[in-house]
Nanobody, 111 residues
Framework: VQLVESGGGLAQPGGSLRLSCAAS????????MSWYRQVLGKERELVAS????????TYADSVKGRFTISRDNAKSTGYLQMNSLKPEDTAVYYC?????WGQGTQVTVSS
């Protein structure tokens, strides 16, 4: 079982990034997935979740209306589209599915 995130980087405030989470080693379409983020020295925070079929999503209040979680089960890949980024979105972002974590991808929002 492996989850590999990509797509992080540096963005300006108000900008956008799209994170991807490529899953392998299990039947991705059977399981929900989530995105979390963590700032050094703070607890990992749930950002967004999606069910296995992609028909139900939930978001943290801090990202509602700005972030969109989605998935492509044919590609065994999940996504997090992040728009209107703010400096406080700076964190390491992790995907989570089947009780496993990816290695994380750094997102930095700064001018």
């Amino acid at each position: 079982v492996q989850l590999v995130e990509s797509g992080g980087g540096l963005a300006q405030p108000g900008g956008s990034l799209r994170l991807s989470c490529a899953a392998s080693g299990f039947i991705f379409s059977w399981y929900g997935m989530s995105w979390y983020r963590q700032v050094l020295g703070k607890e990992r925070e749930l950002v967004a979740s999606i069910n296995n079929a992609g028909t139900s999503t939930t978001y943290a209040d801090s990202v509602k209306g700005r972030f969109t979680i989605s998935r492509d089960n044919a590609k065994s890949t999940g996504y997090l589209q992040m728009n209107s980024l703010k400096p406080e979105d700076t964190a390491v972002y992790y995907c989570h599915s089947l009780a496993r974590w990816g290695q994380g991808t750094q997102v930095t929002v700064s001018s």
